[in-house]
């Protein structure tokens, strides 16, 4: 028995040594994230639960579980901030004039929002998941931010991003089963191999440059790049009625360029559990389902920051409930499954400063999933 847990820490050591081993690059990009809005709602907890699409992107293990095949085309995701529209709005209502009146009303019009940011996202994912650990996926994500700062002389930073991804992944058993917390336990390894490509622009406009500014100004894109990495991870779950599982993950482990002028993709890492604590019959032991994760991004927070709760109740067969912990905010959803349909929304904050409290980013997300 111990020497396969000792076994079994040394591959979770390899995988950590892979991920946070070596220093992350000074020149980093904006990560390349897929969350749904049901890891959302569980306040993105999401390494050890791995039954879903979402494996694709946090733990490519989890495809080991997979008993049957499944594909969708059609997999959108909206999410926007709770300030969005009030920074639109104020946005689109500059003054286009070269007066001294202009300038006036422009100024009075920024300072309504002074400090405030908006941010929005909208995506889709195509994907095929096999009943023998395989899966690829085709994404598609933009985001979009405007911020609006200096009360002396005001100005418009815009931040834009467009994400391609195309990716394969593969999960396999180990070999032998093994003994962890003095109970047996399965064990899968999994790996992705990724393309992402991504079109961004970082800008700030000044007083002077508000009279031409328009939609079109504010979402161009003048950098791109393209690039190629890896992820891997390891999934172990006992037996017993819990069904505890334990996952590891390390996500870009090349820290591969975009290009000169956007950055790295950032090394991460991540560990989590989940379980399942109703017994009993197997349609009781699937209502509730508890989670937690660890996360390293290579963000700067603290560790309450990158820490993840969720728990997800399934009230009836077609009719789920999330809630969670993110950053030190709450997070929920809510989720509804008709057929070959789902219907999700959830709610979640971003923490902005370096510790929880600090500047709390309220977001919103809804998703609509069509899959066979």
Same mark, same amino acid.
């Given at each position: 028995?111990?020497?396969?847990?000792?076994?079994?820490?040394?591959?979770?050591?390899?995988?950590?040594?892979?991920?946070?081993?070596?220093?992350?690059?000074?020149?980093?990009?904006?990560?390349? *994230?897929?969350?749904?809005?049901?890891?959302?709602?569980?306040?993105?907890?999401?390494?050890?639960?791995?039954?879903?699409?979402?494996?694709?992107?946090?733990?490519?293990?989890?495809?080991?579980?997979?008993?049957?095949?499944?594909?969708?085309?059609?997999?959108?995701?909206?999410?926007?901030?709770?300030?969005?529209?009030?920074?639109?709005?104020?946005?689109?209502?500059?003054?286009?004039?070269?007066?001294?009146?202009?300038?006036?009303?422009?100024?009075?019009?920024?300072?309504?929002?002074?400090?405030?940011?908006?941010?929005?996202?909208?995506?889709?994912?195509?994907?095929?998941?096999?009943?023998?650990?395989?899966?690829?996926?085709?994404?598609?994500?933009?985001?979009?931010?405007?911020?609006?700062?200096?009360?002396?002389?005001?100005?418009?930073?815009?931040?834009?991003?467009?994400?391609? *991804?195309?990716?394969?992944?593969?999960?396999?058993?180990?070999?032998?089963?093994?003994?962890?917390?003095?109970?047996?336990?399965?064990?899968?390894?999994?790996?992705?191999?990724?393309?992402?490509?991504?079109?961004?622009?970082?800008?700030?406009?000044?007083?002077?440059?508000?009279?031409?500014?328009?939609?079109?100004?504010?979402?161009?894109?003048?950098?791109?790049?393209?690039?190629?990495?890896?992820?891997?991870?390891?999934?172990?779950?006992?037996?017993?009625?819990?069904?505890?599982?334990?996952?590891?993950?390390?996500?870009?482990?090349?820290?591969?360029?975009?290009?000169?002028?956007?950055?790295?993709?950032?090394?991460?890492?991540?560990?989590?559990?989940?379980?399942?604590?109703?017994?009993?019959?197997?349609?009781?032991?699937?209502?509730?389902?508890?989670?937690?994760?660890?996360?390293?991004?290579?963000?700067?927070?603290?560790?309450?920051?990158?820490?993840?709760?969720?728990?997800?109740?399934?009230?009836?067969?077609?009719?789920?409930?999330?809630?969670?912990?993110?950053?030190?905010?709450?997070?929920?959803?809510?989720?509804? *499954?008709?057929?070959?349909?789902?219907?999700?929304?959830?709610?979640?904050?971003?923490?902005?400063?370096?510790?929880?409290?600090?500047?709390?980013?309220?977001?919103?997300?809804?998703?609509?999933?069509?899959?066979?």
């Amino acid at each position: 028995m111990k020497t396969e847990f000792k076994a079994m820490l040394e591959k979770i050591w390899f995988i950590c040594l892979l991920a946070a081993g070596l220093c992350t690059p000074s020149h980093a990009a904006t990560p390349v *994230v897929y969350e749904s809005s049901r890891a959302m709602g569980m306040g993105g907890a999401c390494v050890a639960v791995a039954d879903d699409h979402q494996a694709l992107f946090c733990n490519p293990a989890g495809l080991g579980l997979q008993n049957k095949s499944s594909y969708s085309f059609l997999n959108g995701h909206f999410e926007r901030n709770i300030d969005y529209d009030d920074v639109d709005n104020h946005i689109a209502a500059l003054n286009s004039g070269d007066t001294a009146g202009a300038r006036t009303s422009n100024f009075n019009n920024l300072i309504e929002i002074m400090g405030k940011q908006g941010w929005q996202a909208f995506s889709n994912l195509a994907y095929y998941i096999g009943g023998t650990g395989f899966g690829i996926a085709g994404y598609y994500r933009e985001s979009e931010s405007f911020a609006v700062n200096n009360p002396v002389n005001p100005s418009i930073s815009a931040k834009v991003e467009k994400d391609a *991804v195309l990716s394969g992944s593969i999960a396999r058993s180990f070999n032998e089963a093994q003994n962890l917390f003095k109970d047996r336990a399965m064990g899968w390894w999994g790996a992705t191999m990724k393309f992402v490509s991504r079109r961004a622009s970082d800008k700030i406009f000044y007083a002077r440059d508000f009279a031409a500014l328009n939609e079109d100004i504010l979402k161009d894109t003048d950098r791109s790049g393209a690039t190629m990495d890896f992820d891997i991870g390891a999934l172990w779950q006992l037996n017993n009625s819990w069904k505890p599982t334990v996952g590891v993950f390390a996500g870009n482990l090349l820290s591969s360029e975009f290009s000169a002028d956007i950055g790295t993709l950032k090394r991460q890492f991540a560990f989590g559990a989940s379980f399942r604590p109703l017994t009993g019959p197997e349609e009781r032991n699937e209502k509730l389902l508890l989670a937690v994760d660890y996360w390293e991004t290579g963000e700067d927070g603290s560790t309450l920051t990158k820490v993840r709760m969720g728990a997800e109740m399934k009230l009836s067969r077609h009719f789920y409930l999330q809630a969670g912990i993110r950053s030190g905010y709450f997070t929920g959803g809510a989720g509804i *499954v008709w057929n070959d349909w789902r219907f999700q929304a959830s709610t979640y904050s971003e923490e902005l400063g370096q510790n929880p409290g600090d500047d709390e980013d309220r977001r919103y997300s809804c998703s609509a999933t069509w899959q066979f």
